[in-house]
Nanobody, 116 residues
């Protein structure tokens, strides 16, 4: 079992940057592909980016490609999402989970609000 805790969200102006972190408590973090997801108000949760277990391959949703970067540090059981050139449409609650996601692993998420 892996318990996930997201942090790093906040209020940022359009064009700004944020770095999200997700710490995994439990064993075998390095065995799993991981991903960031987000859910905007009134919308379904969507996949933002994923990374393979060793970090050798990444992939991004078209809406964030070139602006966001996913990375991981297996020795510290940490997943990151660097978000640059943020837009109001990036406003959402951001979650980390395995990829593909497992229902029981959803955490509280971290709120990202992009507004002037």
């Amino acid at each position: 079992q892996v318990h996930l805790a997201e942090s790093g969200g906040g209020l940022v102006q359009p064009g700004g940057s944020l770095r999200l972190s997700c710490v995994a408590a439990g064993s075998r973090f390095s065995a799993y592909s991981m991903a960031w997801y987000r859910q905007a108000p009134g919308k379904q949760r969507e996949l933002v980016a994923w990374i393979t277990n060793r970090g050798t391959s990444t992939n991004y949703a078209g809406s964030v490609k070139g602006r966001f970067s996913i990375s991981r540090d297996n020795p510290t059981n940490t997943l990151h999402l660097q978000m640059n050139s943020l837009k109001p449409e990036d406003t959402a609650v951001y979650y980390c989970n395995l990829w593909p996601a497992l229902r029981d692993y959803w955490g509280q998420g971290t709120q990202v609000t992009v507004s002037s």
